[in-house]
Protein backbone atom coordinates (compact mmCIF):
# COMPACT_ATOMS: atom_id res chain seq x y z
CA UNK A 1 0.00 0.00 0.00
CA UNK A 2 3.14 2.31 0.38
CA UNK A 3 4.29 2.31 -2.75
CA UNK A 4 0.35 2.84 -4.24
CA UNK A 5 0.25 5.99 -2.15
CA UNK A 6 3.60 7.35 -2.80
CA UNK A 7 2.39 7.13 -6.80
CA UNK A 8 -0.60 9.14 -5.30
CA UNK A 9 1.69 11.89 -3.85
CA UNK A 10 3.86 12.29 -6.64
CA UNK A 11 0.60 12.36 -9.25
CA UNK A 12 -1.11 14.83 -6.69
CA UNK A 13 2.14 16.73 -6.60
CA UNK A 14 2.54 16.92 -10.56
CA UNK A 15 -1.40 17.68 -11.00
CA UNK A 16 -0.94 20.63 -8.99
CA UNK A 17 2.24 21.80 -10.84
CA UNK A 18 0.09 22.09 -14.01
CA UNK A 19 -2.33 23.92 -12.16
CA UNK A 20 -4.86 21.56 -12.03
CA UNK A 21 -5.65 22.01 -8.08
CA UNK A 22 -8.57 19.68 -7.85
CA UNK A 23 -7.52 16.85 -10.03
CA UNK A 24 -4.13 17.32 -7.28
CA UNK A 25 -6.56 17.28 -4.12
CA UNK A 26 -8.19 14.36 -5.83
CA UNK A 27 -4.96 12.55 -6.02
CA UNK A 28 -3.88 13.61 -2.58
CA UNK A 29 -7.39 12.72 -0.55
CA UNK A 30 -6.66 9.03 -2.57
CA UNK A 31 -3.11 9.08 -1.24
CA UNK A 32 -4.42 9.91 2.40
CA UNK A 33 -6.83 6.63 2.00
CA UNK A 34 -4.09 4.50 0.79
CA UNK A 35 -1.66 5.43 3.48
CA UNK A 36 -3.24 7.84 6.43
CA UNK A 37 0.51 7.87 8.29
CA UNK A 38 2.17 9.43 5.35
CA UNK A 39 2.55 13.35 6.06
CA UNK A 40 2.99 13.76 1.92
CA UNK A 41 -0.31 12.97 1.11
CA UNK A 42 -1.26 15.97 3.54
CA UNK A 43 0.63 17.91 2.62
CA UNK A 44 -0.60 17.97 -1.32
CA UNK A 45 -4.05 18.56 0.17
CA UNK A 46 -2.92 21.37 1.71
CA UNK A 47 -0.95 22.65 -1.21
CA UNK A 48 -4.37 21.86 -3.67
CA UNK A 49 -6.95 23.64 -1.31
CA UNK A 50 -4.49 26.46 -1.25
CA UNK A 51 -4.46 26.74 -4.84
CA UNK A 52 -8.11 26.72 -4.61
CA UNK A 53 -8.62 29.54 -2.05
CA UNK A 54 -9.67 27.30 0.90
CA UNK A 55 -7.22 28.49 3.32
CA UNK A 56 -8.60 27.16 6.64
CA UNK A 57 -8.75 23.76 4.54
CA UNK A 58 -5.79 24.10 3.74
CA UNK A 59 -4.13 25.23 7.20
CA UNK A 60 -5.90 22.12 8.50
CA UNK A 61 -4.16 19.36 5.92
CA UNK A 62 -0.32 21.00 6.75
CA UNK A 63 -1.21 20.61 10.68
CA UNK A 64 -2.26 17.23 9.86
CA UNK A 65 1.07 16.88 7.63
CA UNK A 66 3.35 18.18 10.48
CA UNK A 67 1.73 15.23 12.86
CA UNK A 68 2.53 12.32 10.69
CA UNK A 69 6.06 13.88 9.12
CA UNK A 70 9.21 12.41 11.13
CA UNK A 71 10.42 14.60 13.73
CA UNK A 72 13.53 16.23 12.14
CA UNK A 73 13.91 19.89 10.95
CA UNK A 74 13.53 18.99 7.00
CA UNK A 75 10.11 17.18 7.25
CA UNK A 76 8.69 19.36 10.15
CA UNK A 77 10.27 22.60 8.59
CA UNK A 78 7.84 21.90 5.36
CA UNK A 79 4.42 21.90 6.61
CA UNK A 80 5.52 24.84 9.04
CA UNK A 81 6.20 26.43 6.02
CA UNK A 82 3.19 25.93 4.09
CA UNK A 83 1.00 27.17 6.45
CA UNK A 84 2.55 30.82 7.06
CA UNK A 85 2.91 31.26 2.87
CA UNK A 86 -0.87 29.75 2.68
CA UNK A 87 -1.69 32.99 5.32
CA UNK A 88 0.32 35.14 3.66
CA UNK A 89 -1.23 34.64 0.31
CA UNK A 90 -4.48 35.19 2.03
CA UNK A 91 -3.45 38.01 3.52
CA UNK A 92 -3.94 37.51 7.19
CA UNK A 93 -0.95 39.22 7.92
CA UNK A 94 -1.39 38.95 11.71
CA UNK A 95 -1.75 35.17 11.25
CA UNK A 96 1.03 34.51 8.62
CA UNK A 97 3.34 36.47 10.77
CA UNK A 98 2.94 34.30 13.90
CA UNK A 99 3.13 31.20 11.88
CA UNK A 100 6.46 32.17 9.97
CA UNK A 101 8.04 33.27 13.29
CA UNK A 102 7.20 29.09 14.68
CA UNK A 103 8.71 28.02 11.48
CA UNK A 104 11.85 30.35 12.08
CA UNK A 105 12.37 29.40 15.46
CA UNK A 106 11.75 25.86 14.55
CA UNK A 107 14.77 25.60 11.87
CA UNK A 108 16.94 28.47 13.13
CA UNK A 109 19.41 26.23 14.67
CA UNK A 110 20.05 23.88 11.55
CA UNK A 111 19.34 26.72 8.58
CA UNK A 112 19.99 30.07 9.99
CA UNK A 113 19.31 31.76 6.28
CA UNK A 114 15.75 29.78 6.50
CA UNK A 115 14.94 31.69 9.13
CA UNK A 116 15.94 34.83 8.04
CA UNK A 117 13.79 34.20 4.96
CA UNK A 118 10.93 33.70 6.80
CA UNK A 119 10.85 36.33 9.06
CA UNK A 120 11.59 38.61 6.39
CA UNK A 121 8.64 37.19 4.69
CA UNK A 122 6.73 37.78 8.01
CA UNK A 123 7.65 41.52 7.44
CA UNK A 124 6.44 41.93 4.18
CA UNK A 125 3.17 40.19 4.42
CA UNK A 126 0.55 42.91 3.18
CA UNK A 127 -3.62 42.05 3.99
CA UNK A 128 -5.70 42.56 1.19
CA UNK A 129 -7.91 45.28 0.81
Not at 82 to 91: H, I, P, S, T
Request: charged share 30%; net charge negative; with cysteine.
Amino acid sequence: MAVRAANLVTAAAKAEMIGNASEGLRLADAAIKADPDDGWGYYDRGEALQALGQTDGAISAYREAEKHFPNEVWSKSIPLYGEANALAVAGRCDEARVAFERYASFVESADPRSAELGRRYAKDCRARS
